[in-house]
């Protein structure tokens, strides 16, 4: 086994930054991280904290690390590095000597490791810790500016352009001398981005500090014709709020991938709740977000034993396993007897693009009626009101009807684009453009109610199975007007003919009853509350 020592140089008196090797970063002093790599490292045997200052030494100790007292000349800022790491290297015959700088706190251990391995079995007398950042970079000759390419490419195509990083300098100890670290065969290790930050000012000290609290997230969701898919919609926005790009399961006994739609998110399948719960041990989650509807207190028991540590959030969930979540958000009821529940429309999520678009003007007449039943339509009421809407009495009106990713039967819905008053759309994209130009509204008592109360459209919602009855929003109250689960044609057919010939008056004041909710802000309200958890 080789004999590695590892030099982390520490001296007191930074200007830059006062007291920089021991400001608290992440929870922790910043010449923490090194030590803490250099001792779980599986190659390194002594860890020297070089060092003129009593707090650096207090902490070095008390890690485990030892301390080697700078004499004040090694000290002083003409002092070159090479020179305070020899005096630092103990007696003994070492066969490599790294040098560690304090200022690296994102480096992570096993990266250490791998350019330890790396130097050893290549034999390679220098490895420096460096990132690629390839730029069209100039410089200066003679007075004049001049460019550092011959060619303008875009970044992807530039050569490589290595930086040095200061995290490490892994040098054979035969080459180490007061005036050099670097020997004749010297090669690079190249760090990742979140990996590479050196500590040099407070700008650096922030973006540090927010890669060492970031947060871990994954997302448990599943969506179908039955379930709906408004989870997967809910999801995918969520993903969004996060500094990181949360892994995204799904079970695929109940879930198409194929209703994500395009997405670069990270995708996961499992076959059960056994798989989902391996992955969760093999990953250290810091928040973990079901939006599977119903909960049962086993799931929540299992699922806190593999993510102990992690902060569960619920989405949607009036089981018995909301005892076991941290948050739960129940936008869609009004019940909250617990203390985690936040229920109600304030913690809708609204889809990022509804922000872009103001609540639409109240016409005199009616001309365009929008019809969506979400993602899937399980009762099939967008066939029934197609049905509807070729009838010669509606000829001057347009209906606008949108089906879901989840839809069955879309190709024979279609067929209907060829009557002049309807256009079907299938899984778009534009559903605030959409909304914005109509008139009024026929849907759910799901997402597409609260998108349309964003905007303020009069709206007939109809309940799509005994959940739905039970959800609170979209109501008379509220605004909409309210027809119950699986009303005959009849029914809707007789309210649409009231919608259709409504006078302005009434229309405005379903509008303004609409827009008397802050539904915009949801959005805010739910991220703030998991990220201050």
Same mark, same amino acid.
């Given at each position: 086994m080789n004999k590695i020592c590892a030099i982390i140089p520490a001296r007191a008196g930074s200007k830059g930054i006062p007291n920089k090797n021991i400001r608290i970063i /992440? +929870?922790?002093?910043? @010449?923490?991280?090194?030590?803490?790599?250099?001792?779980?490292?599986?190659?390194?045997?002594?860890? &020297?904290?070089?060092?003129?200052?009593?707090?650096?030494g207090i902490i070095a100790n008390q890690m485990g690390a030892k301390v080697k007292w700078r004499d004040a000349k090694l000290c002083e800022d003409s002092v070159t590095l090479d020179s305070v790491v020899a005096d630092a290297i103990p007696e003994g015959d070492w066969d490599y000597v790294i040098t560690m700088q304090p200022t690296s706190p994102t480096l992570k251990t096993e990266t250490l490791d791998s350019a330890i391995e790396y130097a050893v079995s290549n034999d390679i007398d220098t490895v420096i810790s460096v990132i690629n950042s390839p730029h !069209?970079?100039?410089?200066?000759?003679? $007075?004049?500016k001049i460019p550092n390419y011959k060619e303008r490419l875009n970044r992807q195509f530039l050569p490589?352009?290595?930086?040095?990083t200061g995290a490490f300098v892994i040098s054979k100890f035969s080459v180490v001398t007061p005036e050099t670290r670097i020997g004749k065969n010297v090669d690079v290790f190249e760090l990742?981005?979140?990996?590479?930050?050196?500590?040099?000012?407070?700008?650096d000290m922030r973006n540090a500090a927010a890669i060492l609290e970031r947060k871990s997230v994954a997302i448990y969701v599943n969506g179908n014709n039955k379930r709906g898919i $408004?989870?997967?919609y809910r999801a995918l926005e969520l993903a969004d709020e996060f500094y990181v790009k949360p892994d995204i399961f799904y079970d695929t006994n109940q879930t198409d991938p194929?209703?994500? $739609?395009? #997405?670069?998110?990270?995708? &996961?399948?499992?076959? /059960? &709740?056994?798989? !989902?719960?391996?992955?969760?041990?093999?990953? %250290?989650?810091? @928040?973990? &977000?079901?939006?599977?509807? #119903?909960?049962?207190?086993?799931?929540? @028991? /299992?699922? *806190?034993?593999?993510?102990?540590?992690a902060k569960i959030v619920n989405f949607e969930d009036d089981g018995e396993g909301i005892i076991k979540a941290d948050l739960v958000f129940n936008a869609l009821f009004h019940d909250s007897k617990y203390p985690q529940v936040y229920a109600g429309e304030k913690y809708y999520i609204a889809g990022k693009t509804f922000m872009f678009y103001e609540p639409i003007d109240i016409k005199d007449k009616v001309k365009r009626i929008f019809v969506c039943f979400g993602g899937a339509d399980p009762q099939n009421y967008s066939d029934r009101i197609l049905n509807m809407a070729i009838k010669p009495e509606y000829k001057n009106y347009h209906f606008v009807v949108v089906l879901g990713r989840a839809k069955d039967n879309v190709e024979a819905l279609m067929e209907f684009n060829k009557y002049d008053n309807i256009e079907v759309l299938y899984d778009v994209s534009n559903i605030p453009e959409l909304i914005s130009k109509c008139d009024v509204g026929i849907t759910s008592r799901g997402r597409t +109610?609260?998108?349309?109360?964003?905007? $303020?459209?009069? %709206?007939? =919602? @109809? =309940?799509?199975?005994? *959940?739905?009855e039970r959800h609170g929003f979209v109501c008379n109250e509220n605004g909409f007007t309210y027809i119950g689960l699986n009303p005959t044609d009849e029914i809707i057919e007789n309210n649409m003919r009231m919608y259709l010939t409504m006078s302005k008056e009434s229309r405005q004041r379903f509008h303004n009853m609409l827009l008397s909710h802050d539904l915009r802000s949801g959005r *805010? *309200?739910?991220?703030?509350?998991i990220n201050n958890l």
């Open positions: /992440g +929870g922790h002093p910043l @010449i923490y991280y090194s030590i803490l790599n250099a001792l779980r490292s599986d190659y390194i045997t002594d860890v &020297i904290v070089s060092t003129d200052s009593p707090d650096v !069209l970079a100039w410089t200066e000759e003679n $007075g004049k490589p352009y290595y930086v040095e990742s981005e979140d990996e590479s930050y050196d500590i040099d000012n407070f700008e $408004g989870h997967i194929n209703v994500f $739609g395009k #997405t670069t998110h990270n995708l &996961i399948p499992v076959n /059960g &709740i056994a798989e !989902l719960f391996e992955q969760c041990k093999k990953n %250290s989650y810091s @928040i973990f &977000i079901n939006d599977i509807l #119903t909960t049962s207190i086993d799931y929540m @028991i /299992g699922l *806190r034993s593999v993510l102990p540590n +109610g609260y998108e349309l109360a964003i905007l $303020g459209v009069p %709206s007939i =919602s @109809i =309940s799509q199975n005994k *959940r739905e *805010r *309200r739910v991220v703030n509350l």
